[in-house]
């Protein structure tokens, strides 16, 4: 069975600073993985995904991630957060490539403070 | 081109009642998807449409819950009767058909069931 755990269910970050968002997985066959993101009063939007070609992806708004099979890990950064980056953000990990059946870490909300 | 769209956004009733739910999927898009988030917990598959057949339904939670998609278009999730722990945020995503890929999912706003 597949899980995905954030780290902290809340993150305060100052205008301008690193963001960085914690996702560990288990997975049984090689994962597919995903960072999501919901501003408010929106549905989830895709920012990135690993689907086993690059460990190091690039996705919208200057958010990445790095696959770390060694670790489990699929960590989000951003090097300047923005206020307009204050949002929840999700894990995911599926069997397939095109993200259906997602399982979902717990979220993550960002706060970003001017 | 719009976007999966939901009905209601919020809906509030008591424990007993029914409740329908609405989602219109991207035009074209043969998967359709509901997941379900209950307060404080992660956000999880319910079922899985692919035009008007239930491809996959391991999600759902027990027989209060029916899903539909008639014709393949749009679909509705009813619960019958509603219970306090059916309470969150039902969200409902599409993708298209591509070979044997589905593609990336794209999702509505959700609709926020209070049951009281």
């Known amino acids: 069975a597949q899980s995905v755990t954030q780290l902290g269910s809340h993150v305060s970050v100052s205008e301008g600073a690193l963001v960085l968002l914690r996702c560990n997985y288990s997975s049984s066959v090689p994962p597919y993985l995903f960072w999501y993101v919901q501003y408010p009063n929106q549905g989830l939007q895709l920012l990135l995904k690993y689907t086993s070609a690059a460990t190091l992806v690039k996705g919208i708004n200057g958010f990445e991630a790095e696959f770390k099979k060694s670790e489990t890990s699929f960590h989000l950064t951003k090097p300047s957060a923005h206020m307009s980056d204050a949002a929840e953000y999700f894990c995911?990990?599926?069997?397939?490539?095109?993200?259906?059946?997602?399982?979902f870490g717990g979220g993550t909300r960002v706060l970003v403070k001017p | 081109e719009a976007g999966v769209t939901q009905f209601p956004s919020h809906s509030v009733i008591e424990k007993g009642q029914t409740v329908t739910l609405r989602c219109d999927p991207i035009?074209?898009?043969?998967?359709l998807y509901w997941y379900r988030r209950v307060m404080g917990k992660e956000i999880k598959f319910l079922l899985h449409f692919v035009k008007e057949s239930k491809q996959d339904e391991s999600g759902m939670p027990n027989n209060r819950f029916l899903a539909e998609r008639t014709g393949g278009t749009y679909s509705t999730l009813k619960v019958q009767p509603a219970e306090l722990e059916d309470s969150g945020v039902y969200f409902c995503?599409?993708?298209?058909?591509?070979?044997?890929?589905?593609?990336?999912?794209?999702f509505g706003e959700g609709s926020r069931l209070t049951v009281l």
């Open positions: 035009s074209g898009h043969d998967n």
């Open positions: 995503a599409s993708s298209q058909m591509r070979g044997g890929d589905t593609g990336e999912l794209f």
């Open positions: 995911a990990v599926t069997e397939g490539a095109a993200g259906n059946k997602l399982t």
